[in-house]
């Protein structure tokens, strides 16, 4: 079983410009059901994808591939036409939000955004624009949601994921494919690896997360990473207390970050003295987390937690 995605999931690329068309051949060539893609200036047209297979994505399908991806005005018609139930968002910066709020119009149930760089204020304007609507947007700045060997929506390299019993979720790309490469090698894979983004408005966060894992029969555990800046780990170190089952290992990037520098992420500085790693570890080791010392410690701490 996984969260989010599964083979049934049918995807539609919002922004098909070079990043967009790369990813989305990425994902087609994993296995990924993309159905459509929304531009605006190229209505009416198709765009060609075609290649070997990656093998390490879903399995029983031929070696090649040779797709036509129909390209559609607007994400209403795109829905109506292909049913699809998914969408990623390649779009630049100043349009992204305007994107995002275009797909939760149309009705669009979940909605991962990978787009870096979006105005707070755009965002803000966006998220609120969610609330009342029942769809679910993963990001910005993400890395995506890969649930393996079944669905591949983002950037994320497919060939370290490994189906498994890890739900994994993390504000850091690049330690997302850390740990996921490191819970394939210790022979745990993954269910779902979800990658919420590091801005400091986003869609989807760490209890959401953690919610979803508990839930999942087959998740039997979950590795979080998250990084220095806001108060989310805190927040799930509250609610894994309060209702967490299963056993979660975790990792805080940023123990030697100096106060009022942004490292990396927009959302990643500490500011007020609030943010910091070692409060964020001193909360989830009082939730019963375990903290791994350092990235390459990801999987041993998960396999600690595991017992």
């Known amino acids: 079983m996984s969260v989010l995605v599964n083979k049934d999931t049918k995807v539609l690329v919002q922004g098909l410009g070079k990043t967009g068309s790369f990813h989305t051949d990425k994902a087609i060539a994993y296995g990924t059901n993309?159905?459509?893609?929304?531009?605006?200036?190229?209505?009416?047209?198709?765009?060609?994808?075609?290649?070997?297979?990656?093998?390490?994505?879903?399995?029983?399908?031929?070696?090649?591939?040779?797709?036509?991806?129909?390209?559609?005005?607007?994400?209403?018609?795109?829905?109506?036409?292909?049913?699809?139930?998914?969408?990623?968002?390649?779009?630049?910066?100043?349009?992204?939000?305007?994107?995002?709020?275009?797909?939760?119009?149309?009705?669009?149930?979940?909605?991962?955004?990978?787009?870096?760089?979006?105005?707070?204020?755009?965002?803000?304007?966006?998220?609120?624009?969610?609330?009342?609507?029942?769809?679910?947007?993963?990001?910005?700045?993400?890395?995506?949601?890969?649930?393996?060997?079944?669905?591949?929506?983002?950037?994320?390299?497919?060939?370290?994921?490994?189906?498994?019993?890890?739900?994994?979720?993390?504000?850091?790309?690049?330690?997302?494919?850390?740990?996921?490469?490191?819970?394939?090698?210790?022979?745990?894979?993954?269910?779902?690896?979800?990658?919420?983004?590091g801005d400091p408005v986003n869609g989807t966060n760490f209890v959401d997360c953690l919610k979803l894992f508990n839930d999942d029969p087959d998740t039997e555990g979950v590795i979080m990473i998250g990084e220095i800046g806001g108060t989310a780990e805190e927040e799930a170190a509250e609610w894994i207390t309060a209702n967490m089952n299963k056993p979660v290992a975790g990792f805080i990037a940023g123990t030697s970050a100096p106060p009022g520098k942004r490292m990396g992420h927009a959302g990643a500085i500490i500011s007020g003295g609030k943010g910091t790693a070692a409060a964020k570890i001193e909360a989830l080791e009082a939730a019963g987390v375990v903290i791994a010392p350092t990235p390459t410690d990801m999987g041993t701490a998960m396999l600690q937690a595991m017992g």
Request: proline fraction near 7%; charge should be negative; charged fraction near 15%.
């Open 34 to 197: 993309m159905v459509g893609a929304v531009h605006p200036s190229r209505a009416g047209q198709t765009e060609s994808f075609s290649g070997e297979t990656d093998h390490s994505g879903v399995q029983g399908r031929q070696n090649t591939y040779s797709v036509e991806l129909p390209i559609f005005r607007s994400l209403i018609e795109a829905v109506d036409a292909t049913g699809a139930n998914a969408s990623v968002v390649y779009v630049p910066p100043p349009f992204a939000a305007d994107a995002i709020m275009e797909a939760a119009e149309a009705g669009m149930p979940l909605i991962i955004c990978i787009t870096e760089g979006i105005p707070v204020a755009d965002m803000v304007i966006a998220k609120r624009y969610l609330q009342d609507r029942d769809v679910r947007l993963v990001g910005p700045n993400c890395p995506g949601v890969i649930t393996p060997q079944e669905c591949k929506i983002g950037i994320m390299p497919g060939y370290i994921h490994t189906p498994g019993k890890i739900g994994v979720v993390s504000r850091s790309g690049t330690l997302t494919y850390e740990a996921v490469h490191q819970l394939t090698l210790s022979g745990l894979g993954q269910t779902t690896a979800i990658g919420i983004g």
